[in-house]
């Protein structure tokens, strides 16, 4: 292999290894982030407060219900027990049974709201925690896959970097230096091959002598527009 045969090659191989790095970051991200699944708990806990609230207003009601008929009861006792005969007070009496039975109405009517409101928040509380099952299904099941997607990349990864360690030995360390510092300078591609007599990094046309130049296996050299390493086959 020639000398700038050689840092192409080794360009080949960065360029693969920055890809599966790049993709490991992505999967980290993706895996680190459950805002779904938090949002989705936040969601199911409102329900539940709310479920519980609505119970509470309900045997409340109840208790009221049943408060008001003991009353009306109570009066409908003093009423029919014969020992009231006035008919003034008798009358008071069923005034008073009455207003109590109208009075029960609206308690009754409350309490059914209630019912309703605590069917509604059951209702909530079921659609809330159907949404969270599916949210920790789906992230199970992508998690899995990703895991595994992550498991091969590291295996590449780890051939990679054996192929690197290879093709490094065969570089000179000042070319070495040279294409680092070129990586980091022009986002991860130091060496950019010549195709049609153009830079395929950049897409300036080579001017002939360049061109001519870059052909040579021993000699380095580089694109007037983007300074990277030309590699012509
Ligand atoms: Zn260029």
């Known amino acids: 292999m020639g000398r700038t045969e050689n840092i192409y090659h080794l360009q080949r191989i960065d360029s693969q290894l920055d890809g599966h790095h790049r993709r490991l970051r992505d999967i980290k991200a993706i895996l680190d982030d459950d805002r779904t699944i ?10 539940e407060e709310r479920l519980h609230e609505t119970q509470k207003n309900l045997r409340s009601a109840k208790a009221h219900v049943q408060d008001q008929r003991a009353k009306i009861k109570a009066s409908e006792t003093r009423l029919y027990s014969g020992t009231v ?36 928040a059951q209702e909530n509380a079921a659609e809330v925690q159907d949404q969270l099952d599916k949210a920790l299904a789906e992230a199970e099941s992508r998690n899995a896959d990703l895991l595994k997607e992550k498991s091969e990349i590291d295996a590449s990864v780890a051939e990679f970097e054996i ?69 012509a086959e």
């Open 38 to 47: 938090k949002e989705a708990r936040a969601k199911t806990d409102a329900a």
């Open 85 to 120: 005969s006035h008919p003034k007070e008798l009358e008071d009496i069923q005034n008073e049974i009455a207003a109590l039975k109208r009075y029960l109405d609206v308690v009754e009517e409350n309490q059914l709201e209630r019912m309703l409101a605590v069917d509604e």
């Open 163 to 231: 192929q690197r360690q290879d093709q490094v030995s065969g570089i000179d360390a000042d070319d070495l230096k040279l294409y680092e510092s070129l990586r980091r300078k022009r986002a991860g591609v130091a060496v950019a091959k010549v195709q049609d007599r153009n830079c395929t990094a950049c897409g300036t046309g080579l001017a002939s002598a360049v061109y001519q130049q870059s052909r040579s296996p021993s000699k380095i050299t580089h694109c007037d527009t983007c300074e990277r390493i030309l590699y």
